[in-house]
């Protein structure tokens, strides 16, 4: 019977593990992509653009380049660091650049993350991790044999990670939690000053 | 019974497993690397004088090298242990008694010993023993594209200690100014006396140019030396990089070990697991006591495949001296050498 249990309990936690692994999906550019159209009945255009506004300024510094494209689409690029991790020890293994879209419509919006690029890091001779070059390599490229299981775990996490940002993303559009956007100090009166 | 253990234990795995993918930052961060190599000499004896990388016709040990990291806030530091004969005997300090610091004897080598403040995201801080700022080249294997060394890192200080403060006017410049101990170093006997700094110039995406300079009277030296360097690097495209080091080293008071020198370097990957990179050496040994200079010029091609954190680094050089400064095997001087080498260098 205890057998059984433990059976069930790997299972189980075998079963927790790969439903964090859907991978991304390829667009028609051959492009790996994370893609999602959501309805938001009864919500103006207005609205939903003030709420992705709200998202990008709330991120602040996490996004690198951030444009708001005539009136409904937002574009932005960030990264993602890769973390090699077994136990208590992990390092960084490199990071993913990324292209953020987020467009709006009444009634609904869309965001994909696409345009994934890969830098490996290496150590510096100071024993930090940095980019070992600035030009990435295409997260869909084809690896080669040797290096293909390496390469399938930065897809993997890759998928993982857009996977949460997308979840906070949509938690932001929907507004089930209030918007805090950095306030301003409020300038102290001076009273030397006419 | 043994089954039950085994499935327990099985469940308990790949439930760290999964908790371990939820970590996004570790406390504590700790990676290294080891190598291993053979070399032949085709004088059957060593012969080229580059650090590391020494032994002929044999299975040899470079070293496990050991990294440390924490950052808490603002606040971080590095620890970084090597042991091996490229950390120990082979390294300065050294632990072959010829280096005599302490007790004169050590079992390890510490390539990084520093802790650093950022007190702002422009401005921080960092005082301990680190890698020098100098030079293109570094002592772990992974740095490097090629398994040998070139003659301007290996005449080149290795290690720094010291207190520096790092100002970033942007990513595209910054300033560091530091007070150093003598080359290499744990402690100073002649008290802190180098004063360095290295402005970093980043004028477009992929080239990256520093331009250092580190000046002090070392204990024993006749006077003042002082090393100008500049170190660059371009990634042209995807897959290739092109990689430029200068230095001049000078020593008042026709002191000895000044040189100048200059190296290229050229690496292109042609798959994402194989890659050759090309360096080409020309140094210059400064001559004292009215001693003419001898210059030497070295041409590397090391092959780079890569499977995962492995990196095997297949490797032929030649070595061409304006004076007999090699050795033929038998022992008649001679103004050339060469050299095959198959490494093995792990990252983790």
Request: proline letters at 4%; a neutral charge; charged letters at 20%.
């Amino acid at each position: 019977m205890k057998i059984w249990i433990l059976c069930s309990l790997l299972l189980i936690g075998a079963s927790v593990c790969n439903a964090q692994d859907k991978p991304l999906a390829v667009d028609e550019r051959g492009k790996l992509i994370y893609y999602e159209v959501v309805d938001c009945k009864g919500l103006p255009k207005d609205s939903l653009f003030a709420r992705a506004d709200a998202y990008f300024k709330k991120a602040g510094k996490r996004f690198s380049s951030e444009a708001v494209v005539g009136d409904s689409l937002f574009e932005s690029s960030a990264k993602l660091i890769i973390q090699k991790t077994a136990l208590v020890m992990s390092r960084p293994s490199g990071e993913v650049r990324y292209n953020f879209y987020v467009e709006v419509k009444p009634e609904k919006y869309r965001f994909w993350f696409t345009d994934f690029s890969f830098i490996p890091y290496q150590r510096d001779r100071y024993g930090n991790f940095v980019p070992s070059t600035t030009v990435g390599t295409p997260l869909e490229s084809d690896p080669g044999k040797l290096n293909v299981s390496e390469w399938q775990s930065y897809q993997k996490s890759t998928a993982k990670e857009t996977g949460i940002l997308a979840a906070k993303f949509k938690e932001t559009m929907a507004n089930t939690i209030p918007v805090q956007l950095p306030v301003k100090k409020a300038e102290a009166i001076s009273t030397k000053k006419w | 019974m043994k089954l039950k253990s085994l499935l327990t234990l099985a469940s308990l795995a790949i439930g760290s497993a999964g908790y371990a993918q939820e970590t996004a930052d570790a406390p504590l961060q700790i990676s290294g690397s080891v190598d291993t190599y053979y070399k032949y000499d085709f004088e059957k004896r060593s012969n080229i004088p580059t650090y590391f990388g020494s032994d002929h016709n044999s299975v040899s040990l470079g070293m496990i090298d050991l990294v440390l990291k924490k950052t808490t806030g603002k606040a971080s530091f590095v620890g970084e242990l090597s042991f091996g004969p490229r950390g120990q005997y082979q390294s300065i300090p050294n632990s072959d008694g010829g280096y005599i610091e302490g007790d004169g004897y050590n079992s390890f080598h510490i390539q990084n010993l520093y802790a650093s403040y950022a007190f702002t995201d422009k401005f921080s801080m960092t005082a301990g023993y680190m890698g020098t700022f100098i030079g293109y080249e570094v002592i772990a294997p992974t740095g490097n594209y090629n398994y040998s060394t070139s003659y301007l890192f290996s005449y080149g200080p290795f290690q720094n200690a010291g207190i520096k403060g790092t100002y970033a006017f942007s990513s595209k410049a910054s300033l560091m100014v530091g007070l150093f101990n003598d080359w290499n170093v744990y402690s100073d006997n002649n008290g802190v006396s180098h004063i360095g700094a290295q402005l970093m110039l980043s004028p477009v995406e992929g080239w990256t140019a520093y331009l250092n300079v580190l000046s002090g009277k070392k204990e024993f030296d006749p006077g003042t030396g002082t090393v100008l360097d500049l170190t660059t690097s371009y990634q042209v495209t995807e897959n290739f990089k092109i990689g430029l080091n200068a230095a001049d080293y000078s020593i008042d008071n026709d002191g000895a070990g000044a040189y100048s020198g200059a190296a290229l370097y050229l690496q292109n990957s042609f798959t994402p697991g194989f890659g050759l990179g090309l360096r080409g050496e020309y140094f210059n040994m400064k001559g004292t006591g009215g001693a003419d200079d001898e210059s030497v010029t070295a041409v590397t091609l090391s092959g780079n495949f890569k499977a995962g954190g492995l990196t095997f680094i297949p490797e032929v050089r030649f070595d061409n001296g304006s004076s007999e400064m090699f050795a033929k095997s038998n022992l008649t001087p001679s103004k050339s050498a060469s050299q095959f080498s198959l490494a093995l260098v792990y990252a983790f």
